[in-house]
């Protein structure tokens, strides 16, 4: 028996609910008006009435499941208790926190999706009989939360939808909901429908966080986040780790592994047999309901499922000690359209890997369902030492924007009723005959640093990984000379190669360790040390760049393959005229792949100088400008990267610029430390190079520049600056004598104010901005955004009405075009922003004062003002469209930001 802390109403079971909202008659589905029903999509399709899909309960699926001979699955945690479950991560105790997508498509249309109604919960199996029948919920009340990821104890980090922070939530307390919400890290997030939007903040083995879409990982320091950009991981729904802690992300709609071969910091290179003959076709069970996006020319007739995979989700590469060996360090994914878990073993030859279908021979896969209603959507290896499925067990599982209406996926779920297929899911584990699971519980987050460094010698990888993770949290030093005996002497391989990165995450690692094991007799300890010593060379010692040309000539290819990587990316000198000597030695194929594309790499585009990017001529000649003087000038103290140069011992001469929040804050924090310098500890902390000379005789073009460059390279993410806001910083501040001072300086600019229930945000018009969108003018506030959907005419406004008076001072908004193709030499995309605008503020909503107005020529708009007290703020369209003939030209608003004067 399954009880919970959950607050849950007795009632009928969710599975008789569902089946009770089932139509007693039997859905006539009618050729959609314009169909061509001899078209590919069309042709042959079956639309005669059908009876509806009814879901099963647990007990009930589990009979439907088909396993290799010797496994087996049983449910571990079911609904009522859990709704929807999306995926699945266990804290250094061993609890397991659910992350909860409630609103995931509960209609066709996606109604409500961006409904604060999803949440976390956390799991117990406190009797130690296999079942988490114990839970409470961690955090309530979130718009389709993006990941769950442990943290440390009793907490978590997390983001929604539409959102740019990642929030860190603890529970204070004890009774297992988080009653602390603190921001970790900010411009995180993009913009999309809900499939299209980062995912998985993923704690590797070299303590970076990754993620799914964005293309740079971030961790936490003594100095705040920092950011490095990375390769492109062209992944939606997954990310996981081998031993030796390479990457491997999961592409959503192309159903394939991706990114796998090499670390993905290393950047993107391409190759050739990713994948075995036969890899793409899914061997799935035939349930012949042929619910797939693509139409029936995708239909396998063999089993009514895809002929390609077309919707992976959730990946695992398995590290634990309870299932047969030959299961080790394969890679586990789901595919929750053909109803199928996959097992892929990746071969490795001349260093470069090939993925194969284990069960590519037997034409099958480790797993699969004759139930339609299976939807693996993650797996997990678990702390028993059992690999976990996380089942969603939904009607539809595929976004709505690719089932409106005329669309064949439409026809299929009417015609089978998925859609009153909801609020049901189930964490599954598999086990096997000849293993028993693992019923040690964890206990982690109540031992030290030093009684924790005995678990990186653990068989099973996720002991291992949680253990070198709260090690490095713990930022205790004192357990060094510990770990260093590990590295050197234990004949654990394993175990050396988290203790190593346990020294690199506390900053204990020294040189003269790392010049040992780059002679290791283990080749796998030479290609771990070179990754790791890429944190000192960066931090200045440069003594490694001769080691890491000389290692060119290893008799391991992949030791070889690993120095051409580490010195591209740290542009050792002398590397490239190295690699030709090895080209000419080592006719092995990884080294030719990634050898030849080092020294031969495409052509490197400015991101400004693509077509489709959203800036004008002005303001690509600005970033010309900004790239060329902070080359020039900058380089000097906050290095190529943006992360500071460093001058040894760990130090660096200047603040790091890369991922920095105050640059990427109110531009004024820029501008004005750009114009008139700044010196003294930067918040709390003093660098070696003192002081920042102002630049106030240059011209508002040339500070605009470089502010533009900073503030949208370097990993940032921020607007460009134009010369106007660099003139009006001018004026305001021509009083300011000397360098500002941080505290001065900081409580100057103005503050960001931050929406929340208590402000009413209205508009005269207001549409959905995407299919499932909520059609709210506060999507203006975040990615969603908001839309008139309508021409632009004069008399349109949006309003903000704020809890109290306040002082505001500026209001900035994005206005994105509308595409036009996603193809290089595609059009421009058609502009959005208002043609003519008005802004009016007022204490009691009667009497207005007019404070900006203007006329828009780009996307990036700000509407700067002197500070004013105001309650409410209210945009208005002054003018008409005039010559522009498109069909239509809409008024849309994105990532609204409300500046306010708070401090004196």
Same mark, same amino acid.
């Given at each position: ?13 969710? @599975? ?51 396993? $290799?001979? +010797? ?41 409500? %999706?961006?409904? $604060? ?51 860190? *939530?603890? !529970? ?64 939606q729904w997954g990310v996981t780790h081998d031993d030796d802690g390479k990457l491997s992300f999961l592409g ?30 899914? #061997? ?24 390609? @995979? ?36 990746? @071969? ?5 890997? %090939? ?25 997990t290896t678990a702390p028993d030492g059992t690999l976990y499925v996380t089942d969603m067990y939904h009607g ?11 669309? *064949? ?9 998925? !859609?009153?297929?909801? +609020? ?13 699971? !693992? ?8 031992? %030290? ?51 190593? #990165? ?25 290609? &771990? ?21 000389n290692m060119l000539s290893d008799k391991n290819v992949d030791v070889v393959i690993q120095a051409m990587l ?23 194929? +990884? ?16 991101? #400004? ?78 660098? $070696? ?24 390279? =370097? ?87 704020? $809890?109290? @008076? ?30 003519? *605008?008005?802004? &009016?503020?007022?204490?009691? +909503? ?34 008409? =469209?005039? !010559? ?21």
């Open positions: 028996m399954i009880s919970s802390c959950v607050s849950k109403e007795k009632g009928p079971h969710p @599975v008789d609910q569902v089946i009770g909202a089932m139509s007693d008659s039997l859905p006539k589905i009618v050729i959609p008006e314009g169909v061509d029903i001899t078209s590919d999509d069309w042709a042959g399709i079956d639309l005669e009435p059908k009876a509806p899909i009814l879901p099963l309960k647990a007990e009930e699926e589990v009979e439907k499941f088909i396993l $290799p001979e +010797g496994y087996h699955i049983e449910p571990i945690l079911t609904e009522p208790e859990i709704e929807q479950p999306a995926a699945i991560a266990f804290d250094g105790d061993g609890k397991m926190f659910v992350l909860e997508l409630r609103t995931y498509m509960l209609t066709v249309d996606s109604d409500k %999706t961006l409904e $604060p109604e999803s949440r976390i919960s956390r799991w117990e199996d406190k009797d130690n009989d296999g079942v988490y029948e114990t839970g409470t919920v961690f955090v309530d009340g979130l718009i389709f939360p993006r990941f769950v990821l442990p943290y440390g104890k009793d907490c978590v980090l997390t983001m929604e939808s539409d959102a740019d922070i990642v929030y860190k *939530y603890t !529970d204070t307390t004890g009774d297992g909901k988080a009653d602390k919400k603190e921001f970790f890290t900010d411009n995180y997030g993009r913009s999309g429908n809900v499939e299209h939007q980062q995912a998985f903040m993923y704690y590797n083995m070299d303590n970076w966080l990754y993620s799914t879409y964005n293309a740079f990982r971030i961790r936490e320091t003594d100095n705040g986040i920092i950011r490095e950009n990375t390769g492109f991981n062209r992944a959503g709609a192309s159903g394939l592994p991706s990114q796998f071969q090499f670390p993905v910091h290393y950047g993107n290179f391409k190759y050739e047999e990713n994948y075995a003959e036969g890899f793409e076709e899914p #061997w799935g069970a035939p349930v012949k309901v042929a619910d797939l996006q693509e139409g029936m020319d995708r239909v396998s007739e063999r089993t009514g499922g895809p002929t390609r @995979v077309t919707g992976a989700a959730g990946n695992d590469i398995y590290r634990g000690d309870r299932l047969p060996k030959e299961m080790y360090g394969q890679l586990f994914y789901g595919e929750p359209v053909a109803r199928i878990v996959r097992q892929v073993n990746p @071969v490795v030859t001349e260093g470069l890997t %090939t993925l194969h279908n284990a069960y590519q021979d037997e034409k099958s896969e480790f797993l699969k369902s004759t139930d339609p209603l299976f939807r693996p959507v993650d797996l539809i599982i595929q976004e709505g924007n690719w089932a409106q209406e005329g669309t *064949y996926l439409r026809a299929k779920i009417k015609q089978y009723q998925l !859609d009153k297929v909801i +609020g049901l899911g189930r964490i599954w584990r598999i086990t096997h005959d000849d293993f028993t699971r !693992d019923t040690t519980k964890p206990n982690m987050l109540e031992k %030290t640093p030093a009684e924790l460094v005995q678990f990186l010698e653990h068989k099973n990888g996720w002991w291992r990984d949680k253990a070198q993770q709260l090690i490095v949290l713990s930022k205790d030093n004192s357990i060094a000379p510990a770990l260093e005996e590990i590295v050197k002497q234990n004949d654990n391989l394993l175990a050396r190669f988290h203790a190593l #990165w346990c020294l690199e995450g506390l900053g204990s690692l020294k040189s003269e360790l790392l010049v040992e094991l780059l002679q290791d007799s283990n080749p796998r300890m030479r290609i &771990q040390a070179m990754r790791a010593s890429e944190t000192l060379y960066k931090a200045g010692d440069k003594s490694f760049a001769e080691l890491y040309l580490t010195g591209n990316i740290l542009e050792v000198t002398g590397l490239h005229s190295a690699i030709e000597n090895a080209l000419k030695s080592n006719m092995a194929k +990884g080294v030719q792949t990634i050898g030849g594309q080092i020294l031969n790499p495409e052509e490197a585009k400015n991101w #400004w100088d693509d077509s489709r990017a959203n800036v004008t001529d002005n303001q690509k000649k600005q970033l010309n400008k900004g790239q060329v003087i902070f080359n020039e000038l900058c380089v000097q103290c906050h290095g190529v990267d943006g992360l500071g140069a460093p001058i040894g011992e760990g130090l660096i001469m200047a603040p790091p610029l890369a991922g920095s929040n105050r640059l990427q804050g109110h531009p004024e924090y820029v501008i004005k430390t750009l114009l008139h310098g700044l010196q003294g500890p930067l918040a709390g902390k003093t660098y $070696p190079a003192g002081i920042m000379v102002g630049n106030k005789e240059q011209s508002d073009d040339w500070i605009a520049s470089i502010a533009s460059y900073i503030r949208t390279n =370097l990993s940032n993410e921020a607007t460009v600056v134009s010369e106007e806001e660099v003139a009006k910083v001018r004026s305001k501040t021509k009083a300011q004598d000397g360098y500002y001072e941080y505290d001065g300086l900081i409580n100057s600019v103005p503050e960001l104010m931050v929406p929340d229930d208590s402000w009413a945000i209205s508009a005269s018009h207001a549409v959905q901005t995407r299919v499932g969108g909520s059609a709210s003018a506060a999507g203006a506030f975040n990615f969603e955004g908001w839309s008139t959907g309508e021409n632009q005419e004069k008399g349109m406004w949006f309003q903000i009405e704020l $809890p109290e @008076v306040a002082t505001v001072t500026e209001l900035r908004y994005v206005s994105p075009g509308i595409s036009q193709g996603w193809r290089e030499g595609s059009p421009p995309p058609l502009p959005t922003y208002p043609r003519a *605008y008005e802004l &009016q503020v007022s204490e009691d +909503g009667i009497k207005w004062t007019t404070v900006d107005k203007g006329v828009c020529q780009q996307s990036n708009i700000v509407m700067a003002f002197d500070a004013v007290k105001a309650k409410y703020l209210k945009i208005i369209q002054t003018s008409e =469209l005039k !010559d522009e003939k498109q069909e239509k030209y809409p008024w849309t608003m994105r990532e609204m930001k409300l500046y306010g004067v708070t401090k004196i």
